[in-house]
């Protein structure tokens, strides 16, 4: 078992949020996590951002605002988030898809996704890209980054495409879904969290087929 986290990933914000409290609470006092195996997840995801290096948002989506691909898969980590007015022993912490440079100097936050069906998310990912933009404003070192637009851009499958003589594919729809800045929301979000984490161990999620696996296993293996 390790010590307790330092830092919220931003995806923690809204997964492991939406999911069973007593899991999170485990994985940031004990960093004791269920294995997970997403294959392919990351090399698509990783492909999709690399393709648009240097791009402009023109090339991306005809709707997304103009301005250009400054990087991919920039690591950023905030101030210590505040719960009443003090410090907490948390900060924000984790990697963006794309950051685009605007203009007039502002700076955009994309998450890029892979869809089997283009579906609008922003709302549930809204959390996450406010974190992303919290702690480019808010940064633990560096100058800080004015944050004026958040979006999901996502490739949803198509069809399979190509033959032998160029190679085979999927051909993917394009869609850009924007996400309205709401730094309050995550505000509260945050205070919610850290509230979590640093109370009593919640209640496990019922009917949660994970658990149940635990304890029959643990059940069966104690009855041996
Ligand atoms: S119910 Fe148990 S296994 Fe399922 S998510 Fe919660 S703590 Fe984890």
């Given at each position: 078992?390790?010590?307790?986290?330092?830092?919220?990933?931003?995806?923690?914000?809204t997964?492991?949020?939406?999911?069973?409290?007593?899991?999170?609470?485990?994985?940031?006092?004990?960093?004791?996590?269920?294995?997970?195996?997403?294959?392919?997840?990351?090399?698509?995801?990783?492909?999709?951002?690399?393709?648009?290096?240097?791009?402009?948002?023109?090339?991306?989506?005809?709707d997304m605002?103009?301005?250009?691909?400054?990087?991919?898969?920039?690591?950023?980590?905030?101030?210590?988030?505040?719960?009443?007015?003090?410090?907490?022993?948390?900060?924000?912490?984790?990697?963006?898809?794309?950051?685009?440079?605007?203009?007039?100097?502002?700076?955009?936050i994309i998450d890029?996704k892979?869809q089997?069906?283009a579906s609008d998310k922003s709302s549930f990912y809204s959390p996450q890209l406010e974190?992303?933009?919290?702690?480019?404003?808010?940064?633990?070192?560096?100058?800080?980054?004015?944050?004026?637009v958040l979006g999901i851009y996502s490739?949803?499958?198509?069809?399979?495409?190509?033959?032998?003589?160029?190679?085979?594919?999927?051909?993917?729809?394009?869609a850009w879904y924007p996400v309205d800045r709401d730094?309050?929301a995550?505000?509260?979000?945050?205070?919610?969290?850290?509230?979590?984490?640093?109370?009593?161990?919640?209640?496990?999620?019922?009917?949660?087929?994970?658990?149940?696996?635990?304890?029959?296993?643990?059940?069966?293996?104690?009855?041996?």
């Amino acid at each position: 078992m390790g010590e307790r986290r330092s830092n919220i990933s931003p995806s923690d914000l809204t997964f492991s949020w939406d999911g069973c409290h007593r899991c999170l609470w485990l994985y940031y006092n004990h960093q004791v996590k269920a294995p997970m195996f997403m294959p392919t997840v990351g090399e698509l995801a990783d492909m999709q951002e690399k393709y648009f290096i240097g791009a402009s948002t023109a090339d991306m989506h005809p709707d997304m605002p103009a301005g250009k691909v400054f990087d991919h898969g920039g690591w950023v980590q905030s101030t210590p988030i505040q719960v009443d007015g003090k410090d907490s022993h948390l900060a924000i912490r984790g990697k963006y898809d794309l950051l685009i440079e605007f203009p007039d100097g502002t700076y955009g936050i994309i998450d890029c996704k892979m869809q089997a069906r283009a579906s609008d998310k922003s709302s549930f990912y809204s959390p996450q890209l406010e974190a992303y933009a919290f702690a480019l404003e808010n940064p633990a070192k560096g100058e800080p980054k004015k944050i004026s637009v958040l979006g999901i851009y996502s490739w949803s499958l198509d069809r399979a495409s190509g033959n032998l003589t160029v190679g085979f594919g999927y051909r993917v729809n394009a869609a850009w879904y924007p996400v309205d800045r709401d730094p309050i929301a995550l505000q509260k979000r945050l205070v919610d969290f850290v509230t979590v984490v640093n109370g009593d161990m919640p209640e496990s999620k019922q009917s949660c087929d994970q658990c149940k696996y635990i304890a029959d296993r643990n059940s069966i293996v104690k009855s041996i």
